[in-house]
């Protein structure tokens, strides 16, 4: 099982990014599947889920901001984030769980390496 990251990258504030997820080596459409994001010196925090039955969950930092979606199509999760704010940044790692998302991060199954969001002012 592989997740590859991708479309990070330096934006000002207010603007916009999206984040892509590709996924290989599983059945992805009985997974969760999910963005996390990671502060310099801060634990990582959820972002957005999609879970086996579609539904979406924001963290409350993001609503009306973001948007997660997937294609099961072809195994990508997306992220797009628009009106980023200067203290969003961080690296953001797409995640999968096998069933129902769970409470805790840490029992995501597969996490990606993270692509790297720097927002400035």
């Known amino acids: 099982v592989r997740l590859v990251e991708s479309g990070g990258g330096s934006v000002q504030a207010g603007g916009s990014l999206r984040l892509s997820c590709e996924a290989f080596?599983?059945?992805?459409?009985?997974?969760?599947v999910g963005w996390f994001r990671q502060a310099p010196g801060k634990e990582r925090e959820r972002v957005a889920t999609?879970?086996?039955?579609?539904?979406?969950i924001y963290a409350d930092s993001v609503k009306g901001r973001f948007t997660i979606s997937r294609n099961k199509a072809n195994h990508t999760l997306y992220l797009q984030m628009n009106n980023l704010k200067v203290d969003g940044g961080g690296m953001f790692y797409c995640?999968?769980?096998?069933?129902?998302?769970?409470?805790?991060?840490?029992?995501?199954?597969?996490w990606g390496k993270g692509t790297l969001v720097t927002i400035s002012s």
């Open positions: 995640a999968s769980h096998r069933g129902n998302c769970p409470l805790r991060l840490s029992t995501m199954d597969y």
């Open positions: 080596g599983y059945p992805y459409s009985s997974y969760c």
């Open positions: 999609i879970d086996t039955d579609d539904e979406t």
